[in-house]
């Protein structure tokens, strides 16, 4: 077997990898490789595949950098060939950058370190070669602050405590009479770098390494672990990213961008990923290393002139302060501008995808560090697919591929109500970092924000600036709004990929965290107050502001309407009430796929003549009971059937167990009981009859209308009563009538009896008549498994997932949050089946039903109703299991309809084969 | 299509359908067809078949008599032209029996009419041809009352109140200072006639009918609507009979046992159907009709005179008096007995089973009536079975098939301790009508039987006689005792059949049911007071008697070796202390399928140890508390290993809900609280935090231990060091740890990481070892559906059938009550599938786990222990489904050992086929 190859060479236009291996050398490496390889400038340098960084977690840092050895020091060669420098070299030193890349990207969540190979002789070489000592020691400075902090794990002590190379800083400047770090001295610089070591080895025992070796190695281990950290954990938890894939590790040619004036680094993106436009936009700072920029410590000027002027306008500066102090880099360096604008059009031309680019002006000279596809909010990513399509970039397929159906919710999101606007007070403005409406009471904690919201309040999380650490309080906000940073920070884009509403660098704001306060418009906010934040203006207003539903209108129109002739399956929405029913139209729901009975008999005088009819000793007294509820059940149907009208509407016959009726507290007995005029104990009596020990497993759905058939032909007369009436009216209706919980022909033959039985009587009462169909819920394990003899009751099968997957797995969705979250944790789960369908083995439950339902009964009809009929990879499956439509609720209708189109441009063969 | 053929003729030698027809004739037409054909003496007459009951339970009496009438008539000319008589015919009047006969024999469910045919005119012929008028009108008599009671219903009012026509009896019978009914005159009987047919016009507003053909038809009808009366219901149930089989209906010409002294009836066994030992016997009447025999009106005599001499014996009846009123049939009519003696062989020959026949003598000539398979005790069964085959008339393989295994139930109930006999007082004594050994209290109605029982008393249900209406009574009860009746009465053979424990016929007993009292031995014994009974001996004992085990030996044994040389698969046994599995053991247990630990961790200080493991809150506390349990367990497990020492025991990790064991009422709490020094408080957020919506499909089995490993490493140490221990003394040891619950390869994966690292850790501490087996329970769906991928971690499985059904129907065993018995009732479940394995459903889910197991590790060790482990139609199934063993409670290890022999007698070549 030929030796596996773990370390992966480019530069000077070369490279061994490209941009299709991103498994092996992540989104980073591979595209440093493609951009080699189409010409584009990047720093030479090499890449350690994702394989080491699975090898190192598993068997340990000696058995990795045992694989990897000999090739890191060709590498090395490599690069100090083509840069004619070397490495550790006491004149012309090599400075290396190590970076993290995985196959996804993970922007800020794992560890960097640039810089590397200095020490205290290189550090005079390079003062010496660059004629630059200040610029030698900052970069001495930044390699020993950033590779203390993660290597050497140089951490503040706490959460409120600052950072220790900060805290030397700001000693040093308080020292010297100076506010700004660029008004620190080589000299300055050169004693920082002393204490920082000192700091060094008081905190960790061991001194800083110098031999640049040794900084390599543990630079590259560090980045490795970094994969392991709890944030990037937490964001692979949020984004689905399988712990197995690893990163990958870049080592690359330092380029500088803080080699004077004529330096610079920045961030671009080929469109706008807040709103789409199609702008080449971005961010530099002139004399700065890349993460400055990041960051938000100094405030980052606008590449081009255009997006220079749209700034200054947003945060009130004025054109002389924005070209003496905020010059566009169209205005500073026209040349490499000019450069840096064809090198973006060449790489979205060449990835036909709006790109996020990371770039470096050493001295003139441009050089491109990174290039991926950008993060965009879900509005962006919309608008830049149907733009690419239009642009005949991407094909229709591709243009509904291109879209994830989970960032639509963003665009489902309530905005401001355009009267509340009109009449609301604005108290500050920043940058429209992510956009969307949201509004919730200030917290100034990333812990708080958590705390707040899991106690059910809406919390916007106030900062100066985010950093990762941040990541859960941001996922638990309604919206972020920070004083620093600009468009590209770190609040911004993490931001824009949770669809959060965010508001960044809004500079007039002023937090006092001690305080807990924050100070806007004149006026102080506490801890608590309420604002509301408009992520597409950056505007910041006074109190809580009134929302409204968006329109389905627009680019997203567009999208739906392309996808809708894509996809197979039709999407339907499970809804209760004829408000649900209008919302899911309006979403463009096909029908209803589950509308649920048991709420009808809540509320009012309904629970009443429920609890009569649960109390009743015999038939008689229930049917006297179910008489009540007769007329107000029809009622509910004809309303939820008439915003249905022309499309199906599937009812599912009353399924909980009759415990859930009645009321369990002494408080609410008592109430029973008066209402009911019988006494206390009586009640108790028959609430402790009704009790079950596993209640999902009890007697409940058919078993129920099995027991008491006056159940079921009180439901069914209501339905059939209801959509005779509206025939009179001229409202088609579709009524299919749905029996829960079926596990055995039958049970469901009993059932279809009855409702047969009813709805003939009904139809010889009212002389009329109406097409209906008659079938059930595969919800219980049994039923798909004998599925075959069941179809030959049924008319339709939906799956009812959600109780599927508790059966098959033998988990209580109740009581599964003691154990689900931390088999997820530990990886026994891959992920919540109550919220992604298990293919594996509940999906097998399901084709195996299909397979033998249409065995018995060739054109039945399928569908999905269990909260997965709503999630893009159990709509994937189910358009590969042959199922004619999924139900979902109704804001989920329209990221079903992408999905159903995606499904089918994925698996253009297996549908046809399945429905022939 | 040929018109289907709903009535088969016999006579005459010559016969339409045969033995083999059961089906479609029911058992007793078939056999009367068979007899015919084999040349025994049958009344001629024909069978309407089964499908007519069917059809006539869904369509109605109509349709079934117009598809029948045609056929029915021409048959009773058949019958006309053999007899030489006419039916309806003043002078020569044919008379006609109708009687039920189903598949499987119901002895006594159903109904039958004698004497049919029989009018004011046709009874003037009869006494005129007969030359007997008190015949001619003891038969009209007996036909009005028996039409009476089963085609025109005329029942006693209640259930204390007597039968009408006995009432009109009693009161002729003091008018006439008489006590016998034999004493009545033929004036006598034709007055009764005129006074029942009035009373019947009286009680039912129409006069009796005069018509043969109309009484024909009536009873016919009659006939197949006691196929769905309430006792005829039951005993389907309780036997298993389903009830779409039907019973058919023979009508044969009647012949007289009553027509004076050279007639008598009488019912005959080929063997002793309570010992099985290879002696013809039976009782008969002279001058009397067959249903006078099984009423136990009459005492009846022996047909042998060895029987005679030893009935004398048991009832304490001199020879003098023997002979005088009760001699043999052998002394009285030794022709007839010759030629009864020559037919009984001639039939358990031509059948190869012990056969129970009912006979008439008509005037010195002898009749079969009906000949069938004895119904005989478990130990009756077992004998005859192993006689046959040594006598040849069977093979080994029809020996085994020939048991019932559910009979051998009554060969492990407990017998009478030795002792404890020697002290008993014998207060009376009857007849060993149906063995075993009955301690309860007495109860002298049926129904006080059903309730004491069911609330947990041990009942012995002491009547005159019993009636078909006792049957639930009897059935509740441990023994029955009766005063009158003999070997054949209708307790006898009913208990016989249950397997219960009976004494029939004494007669020196004194029942007052008014006073809820008995006379026996002087002393008065009331209801609630103890007796005992022995079935064997017919002895009735004062007081309760200490009981033992049965012993293995004998018959038994020779059985059980007999089985295990055809058994495919073991049998294992579920036993959770080393008392159990020493009973296992002795019978014939082949090692511990399941040993359950939670039971190891009640009682005493070890729940102490275990509260505090669920009250830490850390795994150092968790810790500590499993350190206290260690060495209870461990020692737990050295007694169950070592009583099992030299064959495998599978040893379940922990699988309840911690929630069971923690005390839920406040005095309990309060006790916990007090014995670990915490609050009340304390105790009740814990509890109440443990509680679950549905525990069953909650944080149980395996996720217990993986999400607390420290659990699986405690029980996993407790085993292996109480292995290591054993073998240090030389005791072999199989130790198998089996994870419960597992869902999931990974779940599995990392339950057997954390066995293999403490097993290697104990290994290395106490420098041995021993081989054992990692496994998993297959009781959740998807295990079974992800069988393949679990077989790379689980060396074998083990179906937990009983939360596989519970999950596999969506049933929790707990609540099921509410809806199972009704599921049952309504015919939605053939079976109670707790009890009886779901091979359709539950089936297909084992049979997947064993296809995808054994795809992935071809030498997957494969068993199952729940309950249906000990149920031979599930045995069938786990042989079929290629098993290599089952595990049952101790008790059916018998059962299960005789079961699987049948099944692979059963699937000879199926077996062959899966495990190869």
């Not at 990886?827 to 399901?846: R, T, W």
Request: aromatic fraction near 8%; glycine fraction near 8%.
């Amino acid at each position: 077997m030929a030796k596996a190859k773990y370390v992966f060479l480019f530069g000077d236009r070369k490279a061994e990898g490209n941009a299709k291996m991103k498994n092996l050398l992540g989104g980073k490496g591979a595209n440093l490789a493609e951009m080699n390889l189409i010409g584009v400038p990047v720093p030479p340098g090499f890449t350690i595949t994702t394989e080491i960084c699975t090898i190192y977690n598993e068997k340990g840092r000696d058995y990795a950098v045992d694989l990897i050895k000999e090739d890191v020091i060709k590498a090395v060669v490599h690069v100090e060939n083509i840069m004619g420098m070397k490495f550790g070299d006491q004149e012309n030193p090599l400075l290396v950058s190590v970076r993290s890349g995985a196959r996804a990207s993970m922007p800020g969540m794992m560890d960097t370190v640039l810089n590397l190979g200095l020490n205290d002789k290189a550090v005079e070489g390079i003062a010496k070669k660059s004629n630059n000592p200040r610029f030698a020691w900052d970069s001495y400075r930044r390699f020993v602050q950033m590779y203390g902090d993660v290597v050497l794990g140089m951490k503040p002590e706490s959460k409120e405590s600052q950072d220790p190379f900060e805290v030397i800083i700001e000693e040093i400047k308080d020292k010297r009479g100076i506010q700004l770090d660029t008004q620190l001295t080589a000299g300055d610089l050169k004693e920082l770098v002393h204490l920082f070591k000192t700091a060094v080895k008081k905190q960790t025992g061991h001194s800083f390494p110098n031999d640049p070796w040794e900084q390599l190695w543990g630079a590259i281990m560090a980045v490795f672990d970094s994969w392991m950290n709890e944030r990037a954990i937490l964001y692979r938890k949020l984004n689905k990213i399988p712990e197995e894939w690893g990163t990958a590790v870049s080592v690359q040619a330092m380029v500088f961008g803080n080699m004077g004036d004529t330096s610079a680094t920045g961030v671009a993106f080929t469109r706008d990923a807040a709103t789409g436009e199609n702008i080449f936009n971005g961010e530099y700072l002139i004399n700065a290393q890349g993460e400055d920029v990041v960051a938000g410590i100094r405030t980052p000027q606008q590449i081009t002139h255009e997006g220079s002027l749209r700034w200054a306008k947003l945060t009130n500066v004025s054109e002389h302060e924005r070209v003496s102090k905020y010059p566009s880099l169209e205005e500073t360096m026209p040349d490499v501008y000019k450069d840096l604008y064809d090198t973006q059009e060449k790489l979205e031309k060449h990835y036909r995808d709006m790109q996020d680019m990371e770039f470096t002006i050493q001295d003139g000279k441009l050089w491109l560090l990174q290039t991926r596809t950008g993060k965009r909010t879900g509005a962006a990513m919309v608008k830049i697919a149907l733009d690419m399509l239009h642009e005949n970039i991407v094909t229709k397929d591709e243009a509904i591929m291109r879209v994830e159906p989970g960032k639509l919710d963003e665009l489902l999101h309530p905005v401001f109500d355009d009267e509340a606007i009109k009449n609301a007070k604005v108290v500050s403005k920043g940058l429209p970092a992510s956009p969307g409406a949201a509004t919730g009471q200030i917290v100034f904690y990333a812990d708080d924000a958590e705390k707040w919201a899991s106690a059910g309040k809406k919390v916007i999380l106030v900062r100066i600036e985010t950093s990762p650490e941040d990541l859960k309080g941001m996922n638990s906000a309604e919206g972020i709004l920070t004083a620093r940073g600009g468009m590209t920070s770190h609040a911004a884009v993490v931001a824009r990929g949770m669809g959060k509403c965010c508001v960044s660098g809004a500079g007039s704001i002023k937090i006092d965290y001690k305080a807990r306060s924050l100070k806007m418009d004149g006026n102080v906010y506490k801890e608590g107050d309420f604002i509301s934040l408009n992520g597409s203006t950056g505007e910041v207003y006074d109190g809580m502001l009134k929302t409204v539903n968006p329109e389905m209108s627009g680019y997203f129109g567009k999208l739906m309407k392309l996808a809708d002739k894509k996809a197979k399956l039709y999407v339907r929405t499970n809804a209760d009430t004829p408000h649900d029913a209008q919302v899911a139209r309006a979403f463009g729901a096909q029908g209803i796929g589950l509308c649920r009975t048991e709420h009808m008999f809540f509320g009012g005088h309904k629970i009443i003549a429920m609890r009569e009819m649960i109390l009743a000793e015999n038939e008689e007294d229930r049917r006297k009971a179910l008489e009540k509820l007769l007329p107000i059940q029809r009622n509910d149907f004809e309303g939820i059937f008439e915003a249905m009208k022309g499309l199906p509407v599937t009812v599912r016959l009353l399924d909980p167990p009759l415990h859930e009726f009645v009321p369990h507290d002494e408080k609410g007995q008592k109430e029973m009981a008066d209402v009911m005029g019988i006494s206390v104990e009586a009640i108790k009596a028959k609430v402790e009859e009704l009790k079950e020990f596993n209640p999902m497993l009890g007697h409940r759905g058919c078993r129920l209308g099995n027991t008491y058939p006056e159940i079921t032909e009180t439901q069914t007369r209501a339905i059939i009563e209801a959509v005779l009436n509206l025939k009179k009216k001229k409202i088609k209706t579709y009524p299919e009538i749905m029996v829960p919980l079926t596990g055995n022909l039958v049970e469901m033959q009993m059932q279809e009896k009855i409702i047969r039985a009813t709805v003939e009587k009904v139809f010889e009462e009212r002389n009329d008549k109406i097409d209906y169909l008659v079938g059930t819920m595969i919800e219980v394990p049994r039923a798909a498994l004998t599925a075959d003899k069941i179809a030959k009751s049924a008319e339709f099968f939906s799956f009812g997932t959600n109780d599927l997957t508790q059966m098959t797995f033998g988990y209580s969705r109740d009581d599964a949050g003691k154990f689900l979250p931390v088999y997820i944790e530990k990886g026994i789960l891959k992920n919540d089946p109550f919220q992604i369908l298990d293919q594996e083995g509940v999906g097998q439950l399901v084709e195996m039903a299909v397979k033998k339902g249409r065995k018995t009964r060739k054109k039945i009809k399928l569908g999905i109703c269990g909260e997965h009929g709503g999630e893009p990879s159990s709509i994937e499956f189910c358009h590969r299991a042959g199922l004619h439509y999924v139900s979902c609720s109704p804001y989920r209708v329209p990221i079903a309809r992408l999905a159903t189109a995606q499904a089918a441009i994925m698996n253009k063969r297996s549908w046809k084969k399945h429905n022939k």
